[in-house]
C-alpha cells in the first residue's frame, strides 16, 4: 500500500483588510503628501490666495524619502533616530528589523538566523576552541 505524499504550500490570505485600520497602516507606511493651491478671485482680482503643504507619513518613510520638517522641530526624537535605521523584512516572520542585526545576528522576532550569521557564530566556536 503506497502512501500519498502531502504536499504543502502556503495559503494566501484573501480576504483583504478593509478596516480604518488597515487604511492608516497603509499611509503611514506609504506616507500622503497633499499640494493645494486656493485662489478667491473676483472679477479676475485675486482677492486671497492660500498654498497648502501638508504631509503624513511615519518616521520611517519621512526619513526614507527626506522630507523636510519645520524649522523650529526637535527631530532628535528617539522614534526618527529608530527611523533612519536601515532596515529589511524578516525572510521568516516579515516584521521589520535593523539589517545588521537581521544578518549579523538574528531576528529578534521569531529567532531566525542568517547564513552569515551562522557563519560568524561557527567561526567564534572555533576560535574558543583553537
Known amino acids: ?12 490570505d484573501t480576504q483583504q483588510d478593509s478596516g480604518l485600520a488597515a487604511v492608516i497602516d497603509r499611509v503611514l507606511d ?8 486656493i485662489a478667491v478671485s473676483v472679477s479676475g482680482t485675486e482677492l486671497l490666495g492660500i498654498k497648502i503643504r501638508a504631509a503624513l507619513a511615519s518616521f520611517e518613510t519621512a526619513a526614507q524619502f527626506g522630507l523636510q520638517f519645520p524649522s523650529g522641530t526637535d527631530m532628535a526624537t528617539a522614534a526618527w533616530n529608530e527611523a533612519k535605521i536601515e532596515k529589511e523584512d524578516c525572510p521568516q516572520c516579515s516584521k521589520r528589523v535593523s539589517t545588521e542585526q537581521l544578518l549579523n545576528e ?3 522576532w521569531c529567532g531566525w538566523i542568517s547564513a552569515k550569521a551562522k557563519a560568524i557564530a561557527k567561526a567564534k566556536v572555533t576560535a574558543e576552541y583553537s
Open 1 to 12: 500500500m503506497e502512501e500519498e505524499e502531502e504536499i504543502l504550500e502556503p495559503e494566501k
Open 30 to 37: 506609504k506616507g500622503l503628501v497633499i499640494n493645494a493651491d
Open 106 to 108: 538574528n531576528c529578534p
